[in-house]
């Protein structure tokens, strides 16, 4: 047994706050389990995980819909495989109308470059990520956004993305975390891809449970011939896997990016191992240029947060020269694929 793989397994028997979800009994949370680790299985896959009829699975998945519990299924994708590298941007506002800053945020939705949109409290307004194929077409976003709103942004940070390690989520049942899947999007090799599998992955990036027959209705080709897309889109890395985006407010959960500036780097693999152990962690982001070591983590109440971080810091004390964390208020936008 490797370092690494020992010390995540001696993190994982750590006790970890237990959430409470009312609104949903145990089959919803195990339905909700399944459905974020591979949102594309069947129903009957999920039934036979379940120990229900996938009659009830399907019903109740259609509930949490209409519930607004799930707000819909994409695709994890590595588009650096397809030439693209990301960039995050990080903005705080000068106090302006809520019209303005509704402005500002539906430019930036609406923009073809970014694939992820999120609003924040704290050191910072809004959060987003473009993707770009190289440095002059990021200059040219940012001349065109900066051309029309520079007099309302007070500071901007912007990195580099490297690589994103995006957990399925364990906090449903905390004994499963070593059972969620983990999508590892990082810089690399860019590979060709045919032009029906372009067409295939447009449209299961923001729809990752659409029915084989149904995607080749809509493109005039054979179920076949998108079973077969799929398959080398998966096989030549670019789909990654497929996700539920959840409704976290109406879970009752509150997203808190935590970053740390470290004195070295010593100790990150051991870091991530900590975080990784921990059902609640979401994200794990690995940056050029903004901090050193970036958790994401879901909690009820904001004592949990603190919790996490004051065992974190106890933990790597000596190695952690500053601290600093925001609140995730909502993610407008997530569309892995730069397809559109």
Do not use: C
């Not at 237990?18 to 145990?26: A, G, N, R, V």
């Not at 990036?205 to 054979?222: D, F, H, Q, W, Y």
């Not at 990150?268 to 050193?292: C, H, L, Q, T, W």
């Amino acid at each position: 047994m490797d370092k690494f793989i020992y010390v995540f397994y001696q993190y994982s028997i750590m006790s970890d706050i237990i959430f409470d979800f009312p609104s949903l009994d145990k089959k919803d949370r195990e339905i909700l389990f399944e459905l974020d680790r591979d949102a594309r299985q069947s129903n009957s896959s999920i039934a036979e995980k379940t120990g229900l009829d996938k009659n009830v699975v399907n019903y109740r998945i259609n509930k949490l819909v209409e519930g607004n519990v799930i707000e819909g299924f994409y695709t994890v994708i590595n588009s650096a495989k397809l030439g693209y590298q990301s960039y995050r941007v990080y903005l705080k506002l000068h106090f302006i109308s809520h019209a303005k800053e509704k402005e500002i945020k539906s430019y930036i939705i609406k923009s073809p470059l970014t694939w992820w949109v999120g609003e924040s409290d704290g050191e910072f307004d809004i959060a987003f990520l473009v993707w770009v194929r190289n440095i002059t077409e990021l200059r040219e976003f940012w001349r065109g956004f900066t051309g029309k709103y520079q007099k309302h942004i007070q500071k901007n940070s912007i990195s580099v993305y490297t690589k994103i390690h995006d957990f399925s989520y364990a906090f449903f049942f905390p004994e499963k975390v070593l059972e969620r899947t983990v999508q590892e999007v990082e810089a690399s090799e860019t590979v060709e891809i045919s032009e029906i599998e372009k067409k295939v992955l447009r449209i299961i990036s923001g729809n990752a449970r659409m029915p084989t027959v149904e995607i080749a209705k809509n493109l005039g080709i054979t179920a076949m011939q998108v079973k077969y897309a799929i398959k080398q889109l998966k096989e030549k890395g670019i789909i990654l896997g497929y996700r539920t985006k959840m409704n976290l407010k109406a879970l009752g959960l509150t997203n808190y990016k935590a970053y740390f500036q470290l004195k070295d780097l010593d100790q990150y693999d051991e870091m991530a191992a900590f975080v990784r152990s921990k059902p609640n962690v979401i994200y794990i982001d690995e940056s050029i240029g903004f901090a050193d070591f970036e958790v994401e983590v879901l909690v009820q109440k904001h004592s949990e947060f603190s919790l996490f971080v004051d065992e974190f810091k106890d933990r790597f004390s000596e190695k952690i020269k500053d601290y600093n964390y925001f609140i995730y208020t909502d993610i407008s936008k997530i569309n892995y694929s730069p397809l559109q």
